[in-house]
C-alpha cells in the first residue's frame, strides 16, 4: 500500500469518526437542551413562586404599616385623653382644696362637706384607677409598636436591598 493509499484511507475513516462525533454531539446536544428546558422550567416556577412571595410580603408590610399607623393613631388618642384625666385631677384636687379650707371656716356644715370631700375621693379614685388603666393600654401599645418596629425590620432585613 502506498502513502497515498494509506492517506486517503485514513481521511475516510477520519471524515466516519469525524460524522460519528458530530452525530453524537448532536444527538447529546438535544439531550442537553431538553435537560435545559426542564431546569429553565424549574427555575420559571421557582422565580414565579418567590414573586408571589414578595407580593404577598408587600401586602402584609402594607398591612403592618396600616396597622401601625392605626396604633400610632390610638395611642395619640389616649395621651390626649390622659392630658384631660389628669386636667381633671388637678382640678378635683383643687377642689378639694377648697372644701377643706372652707371645711374650717364652717364647722356648722362639716357633715356635709365631708360627705362631699368623700364622694370626691371616690372620684378621684376613679379617675387615678382609669389613669392606671390609660397607662398600662399606653404601655401595652408602646410594647406592641417596639414589637411590630422589630418585626418591620426583621422583614426589611429578610427582603434585601
Not at 69 to 86: D, H, K, N, P, S
Not at 113 to 133: A, F, I, P, S
Amino acid at each position: 500500500m502506498t502513502d497515498q493509499e494509506l492517506n486517503a484511507r485514513f481521511e475516510s475513516v477520519a471524515k466516519v469518526i469525524k460524522a460519528e462525533i458530530k452525530a453524537e454531539i448532536k444527538a447529546e446536544g438535544v439531550t442537553t437542551r431538553r435537560h435545559f428546558d426542564v431546569v429553565a422550567e424549574g427555575l420559571r416556577a421557582d422565580i414565579k413562586m418567590i414573586a408571589e412571595g414578595h407580593d404577598a410580603l408587600r401586602e402584609d408590610m402594607a398591612g403592618v404599616k396600616a396597622g401601625q399607623a392605626r396604633l400610632e393613631t390610638r395611642q395619640e388618642r389616649l395621651e390626649i385623653r390622659q392630658f384631660a384625666l389628669e386636667h381633671r385631677q388637678g382640678r378635683l384636687e383643687e377642689r378639694q382644696e377648697r372644701l377643706e379650707e372652707r371645711q374650717g371656716r364652717l364647722e356648722e356644715r362639716q357633715g356635709r362637706l365631708e360627705e362631699r370631700q368623700g364622694r370626691l375621693e371616690e372620684r378621684q379614685g376613679r379617675l387615678e384607677d382609669r389613669q392606671v388603666t390609660l397607662e398600662e393600654n399606653q404601655q401595652a401599645l408602646v410594647d406592641g409598636q417596639r414589637t411590630l418596629v422589630t418585626e418591620v425590620r426583621l422583614l426589611t432585613l429578610r427582603l434585601g436591598p
